[in-house]
């Protein structure tokens, strides 16, 4: 049932693509991935010099619920990352105002203009139970006043060529945590 539920949503995605249309939608049914700090947000971010925009954000949380974003934070350029992407890209650039929601994602489709190579992206990112779970988590380690830490930041990196890459943030001196996710 869950699977059924789960395909019908995610076909509805990819066949939305980039369009704008529909509102959020909700299941009845609580999720059992529920942030124990409220909403988690997600960041875009280039390398040095290599601008880009994200023009529209698509997502399916755990829950079933859709999101449409089509007023999304700026996409920042991070002046530490040159040549190659490194795993201690924060999400320091402004306050996230608009990248937000309630459960971890399951999953996600966004379009990008690459203002470097001149080429509109189409990105779709699937996202696992492990990811889920790693949200919602404690992490082994407390921030540097003693508070608990969560991964409740999801950096996404994007190059010319398509290239992205995605972290969950740490905090202080610990370093991100790049997810593998298959195209």
């Not at 949200?135 to 921030?143: R, S």
């Amino acid at each position: 049932m869950e699977i059924t539920r789960l395909a019908v949503l995610f076909s509805a995605l990819v066949l939305s693509g980039c369009h704008s249309a529909g509102q959020e939608n909700s299941t009845s049914e609580v999720s059992k991935y529920a942030t124990p700090y409220g909403e988690w947000k997600f960041d875009f971010f280039t390398p040095k010099l290599l601008s880009a925009v994200v023009t529209h954000v698509k997502l399916i949380d755990t829950d079933g619920y859709v999101y449409e974003f089509n007023t999304i934070d700026k996409t920042q350029s991070d002046p530490e990352v040159v040549g190659a992407w490194n795993d201690f890209t924060r999400s320091n650039f402004v306050s996230i105002n608009y990248n937000k929601a309630k459960y971890p994602p399951h999953f996600m489709v966004f379009c990008w203009d690459s203002v470097i190579d001149k080429k509109v992206y189409e990105t779709y990112l699937t996202f696992k139970q492990p990811i889920w779970e790693k949200m919602i988590t404690p992490a082994a380690h407390k921030d540097s006043y003693g508070r608990i830490t969560y991964y409740k930041t999801m950096v996404i990196g994007l190059a010319p060529e398509g290239k992205v890459a995605v972290w969950l943030q740490d905090v202080d001196d610990h370093p991100t945590i790049a997810l593998h996710l298959q195209p």
